[in-house]
């Protein structure tokens, strides 16, 4: 029978290396988010600039009607809601934007009252 080498258990070193890794996957898992949504952009303007020269090509009207643009107009949608998904319904009234509104408000506060002193 062969003898193990076995370290002792140290648990403050176990604690930071699982949330080094732990946090390193959440990046990674935002990072393919990202990733992910860059293609579908990048897909999106090809294939819908595609569509259009094909459409103005091919149709006698031309590509000002609604056909020509259907394809374009429901998958921005579906973008936008990729986009939310990755970015969140945050990034426009995120923490910064709080900040600095409530910021706005205080130093306008401020000049009120130090006008009527």
């Given at each position: 029978m062969e003898n193990y080498n076995i370290e002792p258990?140290?648990?403050n070193k176990s604690r930071r290396d699982f949330e080094k890794e732990e946090a390193?996957?959440?990046?990674?898992?935002?990072?393919?988010?990202l990733v992910g949504f860059y293609w579908h952009l990048a897909v999106y303007v090809v294939?819908?600039?595609v569509l259009l020269i094909i459409i103005g090509v091919n149709s006698g009207d031309g590509i000002w009607h609604f056909g020509a643009f259907a394809t374009p107009f429901?998958?921005?949608i579906g973008l936008l809601f990729h986009f939310l998904g990755v970015f969140g319904p945050d990034f426009i009234?995120?923490?910064s934007w709080e900040e600095k509104k409530i910021k706005e408000y205080m130093d306008k506060d401020k000049e009120e009252y130090q006008r009527f002193q």
């Amino acid at each position: 029978m062969e003898n193990y080498n076995i370290e002792p258990y140290n648990d403050n070193k176990s604690r930071r290396d699982f949330e080094k890794e732990e946090a390193y996957l959440r990046a990674k898992k935002k990072l393919e988010k990202l990733v992910g949504f860059y293609w579908h952009l990048a897909v999106y303007v090809v294939v819908n600039i595609v569509l259009l020269i094909i459409i103005g090509v091919n149709s006698g009207d031309g590509i000002w009607h609604f056909g020509a643009f259907a394809t374009p107009f429901f998958w921005g949608i579906g973008l936008l809601f990729h986009f939310l998904g990755v970015f969140g319904p945050d990034f426009i009234f995120g923490k910064s934007w709080e900040e600095k509104k409530i910021k706005e408000y205080m130093d306008k506060d401020k000049e009120e009252y130090q006008r009527f002193q």
